[in-house]
């Protein structure tokens, strides 16, 4: 009873930490940074650019039809002030600026303002114009919800829709890179989980067996990238295709381990003995643990000397890939063992010894001759 209520405390735990890492996941993929060689010229003159000129923090917001005059300039500009206080430091346009130039004590013309600002805040025909819309450190940590912030506020106060918006900038380049991430994992995971899927059931031909090696995959690839905003680090280009490593550095894993308890059940079908789920625990370990460790040790080799790169992106994949291999290791010759002795007590009797024993015993002898 005991190790049930310690099992149940620990699934707890691990939804909690995952879904809190996933929830402050962030990207970084428009960040030049992890792409700049360490102790390079290019590298220094990008950050004496960034000391000297500062951050490109504006997000500028533009329709078809944003003129000079418009009302809708003015109302999104006072709503962003007002209601977005939090991502936003404030809001240039052209009438705010040609309003304080033309008033005292400048009081430059109207048009001689206007042809100042042409190419700048005005475009090229002398009425387009845009909203500047600075965001301030919250903001730029969380260019997601700002920028969502502003898509909101134009379509309440203005009556535009996010087709309607045209949006440019560092931040929006931020924003639609979290977005095309985050829809990369997705859609990178699902073919890896389609074709797992389909050599899980090759393999095993058995649903509960299945379905078991695609929940520690996918156990493996969720907290191998929840360890990424826990550790401090945002997702780039690289790290958004960790989890699906990971997720089938597991599953073939795992596909090994439930083989190896199947044999050892069949085993004891033979013989007419009965094992308890510890003994049958301890047993799998003890066949599984040498070729585990070393598909565990050659895979976290490969991904640890990425680690001696000069580039921060490829530094930062070697690490967590390496990290992630190693909880790879824990699923398969901890918790795998345990949960095939307790589980899935009576699958060996409905599995074949060798599904693929007729169809590729021409194949496999070939490959074993050469």
């Known amino acids: 009873m005991r190790g049930y209520f310690l099992a149940t405390l620990g699934l707890v ?138 898509i909101d506020e134009a379509a309440r106060c203005c009556g535009l829709s996010r087709a309607e918006l045209r949006l440019g900038g560092h931040p929006y380049v931020g924003y639609y890179s979290a977005l095309q991430t985050r829809n990369s994992i997705v859609w990178l995971s699902i073919p890896v989980a389609i074709v797992s899927t389909l050599l899980a059931w090759l393999c095993l031909r058995k649903r509960r067996l299945m379905f078991l090696t695609l929940a520690c995959g996918g156990a493996a690839a969720l907290t191998s990238l929840a360890l990424v905003p826990w550790a401090g680090y945002r997702v780039n280009g690289l790290l958004s295709a960790l989890p699906s490593l990971i997720f089938v550095i597991t599953t073939s894993g795992v596909i090994h381990i439930v083989n190896y308890s199947l044999t050892l059940r069949r085993r004891d ?38 680690i001696w790169s000069e580039f921060p992106a490829i530094r930062d994949f070697g690490v967590f890939a390496t990290i992630s291999v190693g909880l790879t290791l824990v699923i398969h010759l901890g918790l795998l063992p345990l949960t095939l002795g307790r589980v899935f007590p009576d699958d060996a009797s409905t599995v074949s010894a060798n599904p693929f024993a007729t169809s590729f015993e021409g194949l496999f002898g070939l490959l074993v001759r050469h």
Not at 44 to 56: K, L, R, S, T, W
Not at 122 to 150: C, K, W, Y
Not at 295 to 303: E, F, I, M, P
Request: aromatic share 8%; proline share 5%; net charge neutral.
């Open 13 to 150: 735990a691990w939804v909690i930490f995952v879904a809190i890492g996933l929830s402050r996941a962030e990207t970084n993929i428009e960040d030049f940074f992890p792409w700049l060689p360490d102790d390079t010229p290019a590298r220094h003159n990008y950050i004496g650019f960034i000391e000297q000129f500062g951050a490109d923090d504006t997000l500028i917001v533009s329709w078809e039809g944003c003129r000079l005059g418009d009302p809708r300039i003015d109302r999104l500009a006072d709503a962003l002030v007002s209601n977005s206080a939090e991502w936003v430091r404030g809001v240039t346009t052209a009438e705010s600026i040609i309003a304080r130039l033309t008033a005292p004590p400048s009081h430059w013309a109207r048009k001689a303002v206007e042809e100042r600002l042409q190419n700048l805040l005005i475009g090229p025909d002398g009425q387009t114009t845009a909203l500047f819309v600075h965001l301030n450190e919250a903001g730029m940590r969380d260019r997601r919800r700002s920028v969502a912030r502003v």
């Open 269 to 306: 079908l033979k013989l007419g003995r009965t094992t308890s789920p510890a003994s049958h625990a301890a047993e799998v370990r003890r066949l599984a643990w040498r070729a585990c460790l070393l598909s565990s040790v050659s895979t976290a080799l490969g991904t640890a000397s990425l």
